[in-house]
């Protein structure tokens, strides 16, 4: 973006804010120069949404040292600021599966990570993913 020279607010884990609207050259430079890095510029407001979704739940399963004690569907419409129902919707109509199904293929894959390095019991394995 420097080379652009864009200017940016704040800059998250995949998210940039603009100060100002660009030009669509500007924006095709952008998305040439991202994609020589692997990556990809996200501007349809839908895609993005779905993509901080699955980014919540990557860091809710994955990264998280406890579960929260709250609903998924809470939670998600918590850090988001959405109703879980217009969530649901738009993640199944874009990814063609439901949140619950992608918690948990998720939870699989962190069941399966622990117990092949060995780090907890099936009991605490259960505890810390919220499993019954």
Known sequence: ?????LKYGAIDL????????????????LRIGLQKKGLELMDDKKA??????KN???EMVHYAEK????NYSDYLSEKLDY???HLANLF????????VNFIICH???????????????LTEISLLLRIQ
Do not use: A
């Open 56 to 58: 919540i739940i990557v």
């Open 1 to 5: 973006m420097d080379t652009l020279k």
């Open 48 to 53: 993005m949404l779905i993509e901080r979704v």
């Open 67 to 70: 579960n929260p004690k709250i």
């Open 107 to 121: 939870k699989i894959e962190r069941v399966k990570e622990l117990l092949l390095y060995d780090e907890l019991t």
């Open 83 to 85: 109703n879980y129902t």
């Open 14 to 29: 995949g998210e940039v804010v603009l100060k100002k609207n660009i030009t669509g050259d500007q924006r095709e430079l």
């Open 92 to 99: 199944s109509e874009v990814t063609g599966t439901t949140i």
